[in-house]
Structures are given as structure tokens and as C-alpha cells.
């Protein structure tokens, strides 16, 4: 029979075994809790981005056939955009370790390469609201020739009026069929307008830097939808349903750049890309939406081969081939029907000149901080996959 002093001891024994088996078993229940509960917060917060894009393209996608296209919606587009691309800047700081590991790390390097391309895109964007500048200094020349009130209209005036819309078709048609003229310039977000910007037409292109003659926006936007596949079934679980995210990021950095081109004046643009997005994420159904009314838009108005879709740009075009026939066939004196013509005419150009003067530097502006918030964005995802090598080797 064992003593009391072996029991006490073996019972005290049992017991520390005990304490530290429960102590255990207390301590990986805490560390499930704690990994359930930021695997529960990251799961809430790309369920929260994917809504907020649904949302937003929602918004664009629901507008009028008048306002779509327009400067007001492309400034609504790129602020859609910006908002988006902050909020998975964030949730991919916020998700260092994720990222720097497969099949994350691929994915992350290829949106970045991606990123790499639209900052030519949004030079050539730029270069393309610049060429529209250039249109409304030959329509305001039209439209103050014409439009003075102090003395009936004379010869002499129309005159002036049809040499500032040759000009104005000229400058077009230059677009059209040669690219654009300043695309020469090999200007960028990231560079001060001098003088030293302007290098040699044979300078060889380099992404975000310069957009060279031979530059093509159509097959600029191929490239960028090349592999772009959806993440399959193992990879979303691998990662938190992070690579949802970064496919998200992808499709929208994709459609955004493809509405730039298709709506703004820019070096050989194209249209016809292929997009399609699974039916599983909610924001397919407002962006398929919004790449059905624009395709329509293109369609509906013949001009597959004019110089961009937006809006005001469509209405130069009305407006200015109207008024070139009524001062091609004007007789003097003019009868009143052909005043009244001429005077509806020069309202209708004034409304695209005030819309010019509101929102072309708003747009330009946007497409600035896109630009920029690209830069950023994919400098910080490369020094997480640089530290995460480092740190692995």
C-alpha cells in the first residue's frame, strides 16, 4: 500500500500534468479564437470592397443616355476608380504576409505589370484632353467670329467663322488618321513641362515615361487583358479569397482604361476588346451593363472611326458640320431662317464650350491622380514582394 507522502505526490503530480495539459489546450482555443476572428475581419473586409465596387459602378452604370459619356460621368468614373483602387491599397497593406506568399505573390506581380502599362494609357489620356483643348480655341474663334451682337452679320465674319472650322476639321481628321500631335512630346504625370521633356521622334518608348509615334492604345489595352483569368477554387482558399480582390482590381483597372480610350482622343484607339466577367461577382452585372450601353453608344452613333466617344466631342461634331454648310451656302444679305440657323447653332456650341471650360481641367486632373496613385501602389507592392525574397532567403 503507498504511503501518504507517495500519494500526495503523485496526486500533486497528476495534477500539475494537468494544469498544463488544460493550460495548453486553453491557450491553442484563444490563438482559434484570435485566427477565427481576423480570418472572420479580413473576410468582412473584402466582402465590404467587393459591395462598394458594386455600388459604385452600380451608380454609373443606372445614369441617362445624356449624361453617359459625358465630362461630368468620366469625372465620376475616375473618382469610382481612385476610390476603389485606395481601398485595396489598403486591404493589400493591411495583408503583407498574404501577399509575399503563393499564389499571391504571381498574382500581385502581374497587376502590378499591368499598372505598369495603364500609366501609358493615362499619358495618352492626357495628350488627348490636351488635342481637345486645341479643338476649343478653333471653336471659340467660330463662335466669336459669328456671335457678336453689336453689328449685323457680314461677309467678313463668316469668313473668319469657316477658316477656324477648317481648322477645327483638320486638326480632327489629324487625329484620326496620324495620332495624336502631341504625343510627340513624350510628356508624363511624373516629369515638369520644360523644354527638356521634348526628346527626338525616333527616342525609343518606355512605359510611364513616354508615348511614343508608333504607340498603339488598342493594343496597349490587349496587352493589359491578356491572362487575365478568374482565381481558381484552391487559389481563393489559399489566400483568404485575397486573389478575389486582386482580380477585382484587375477587371476594374481594365474597364476603366478601356472607357478612357474608347471616350477620349488617343493614338490609334480601339474598341473591340474582348470583356467578359463571371456572373459570380456582383460587380459583373452594372460593368457588363455599362460595356453594353457604350458599345451601343459606338454602334448607334457610326463613328467607329471618329475621334472619341465623349459626349461634347460628339456634339462638335454635329454642330460644327451644320454650321460649315450654313456658312458654305450663306447669300448675303442673310434671309432670317438662315440667321435663326446660324444662332441656334452658336448656342449649341456655346453649351460644349462652357462644358470645355467647367471640366476639362477637373478630367485632366483625375487622370493626373490616377496616374499617381498607380505609382504608389505598385512601388509599395514591390517592396513587399523585395522584402518578402529578402526575408526568405
Known amino acids: 500500500m503507498p504511503s501518504t507522502e507517495n500519494q500526495s505526490s503523485s496526486a500533486s503530480s497528476s495534477f500539475s500534468s494537468f494544469g498544463r495539459s488544460l493550460f495548453g489546450i486553453r491557450q491553442e482555443q484563444v490563438h482559434s479564437v484570435e485566427a477565427s476572428h481576423e480570418s472572420d475581419s479580413c473576410n468582412l473586409e473584402l466582402g465590404s470592397f467587393q459591395k462598394r465596387v458594386t455600388d459604385r459602378f452600380h451608380d454609373l452604370s443606372v ?40 499564389p499571391l505573390d504571381r498574382m500581385t506581380s502581374e497587376f ?24 476649343q480655341k478653333h471653336l471659340e474663334i467660330a463662335s466669336c467670329a459669328l456671335g457678336s451682337n453689336k453689328r449685323p452679320l457680314a461677309e467678313g465674319q463668316f469668313k473668319r467663322a469657316r477658316k477656324a472650322l477648317m481648322d477645327l ?7 484620326k488618321e496620324s495620332g495624336s500631335v502631341f504625343s510627340q512630346r513624350h510628356r508624363s504625370f511624373g516629369r515638369h ?83 467578359s466577367v463571371p456572373r459570380q461577382f456582383t460587380w459583373s452585372t452594372p460593368v457588363t451593363l455599362l460595356h453594353e450601353r457604350i458599345m451601343e ?57 462652357e462644358a470645355f471650360k467647367d471640366g476639362l481641367d477637373p478630367l485632366e486632373c483625375l487622370v493626373r491622380e490616377v496616374f499617381q496613385k498607380i505609382v504608389i501602389c505598385r512601388t509599395e507592392g514591390l517592396d513587399s514582394l523585395c522584402a518578402s525574397n529578402y526575408t526568405g532567403q
Not at 302 to 323: A, D, F, P, V, W
Open 297 to 353: 453608344e459606338s454602334k448607334k452613333r457610326e463613328r467607329r472611326n471618329s475621334s472619341g466617344l465623349l459626349k461634347e466631342i460628339y456634339q462638335i461634331e454635329i454642330t460644327t458640320r451644320h454650321l460649315t454648310d450654313l456658312v458654305d451656302s450663306a447669300q448675303f444679305p442673310l434671309t432670317e431662317k438662315h440667321k435663326m440657323e446660324v444662332e441656334q447653332d452658336l448656342k449649341e456650341l456655346k453649351l460644349v464650350l
Open 63 to 102: 445614369v441617362s443616355d445624356d449624361e453617359l459619356l459625358s465630362i461630368d460621368w468620366m469625372q465620376k468614373l475616375l473618382n469610382a476608380f481612385i476610390c476603389c483602387h485606395e481601398e485595396f491599397r489598403a486591404i493589400m497593406l493591411n495583408n503583407k504576409e498574404q501577399v509575399s506568399k503563393p
Open 193 to 275: 513641362n520644360s523644354s527638356k521633356d521634348h526628346h527626338s521622334a525616333g527616342h525609343s518608348r518606355s512605359h510611364s515615361w513616354s508615348v511614343s509615334r508608333s504607340w498603339s492604345a488598342a493594343k496597349q489595352l490587349q496587352s493589359i487583358a491578356n491572362n487575365l483569368v478568374p482565381p481558381r477554387a484552391n487559389e481563393i482558399a489559399a489566400n483568404s479569397r485575397l486573389s478575389v480582390s486582386v482580380y477585382t482590381m484587375n477587371c476594374i483597372l481594365l474597364f476603366v482604361l478601356w472607357i478612357l480610350v474608347a471616350a477620349i482622343p488617343c493614338q490609334d484607339r480601339g474598341l473591340n476588346l474582348h470583356f
Open 169 to 175: 476639321a483638320l486638326a480632327m481628321l489629324d487625329e
Open 112 to 135: 502590378i505589370e499591368r499598372s505598369v502599362k495603364a500609366l501609358d494609357i493615362c499619358n495618352a489620356s492626357r495628350d488627348g484632353i490636351e488635342n481637345i483643348r486645341m479643338w
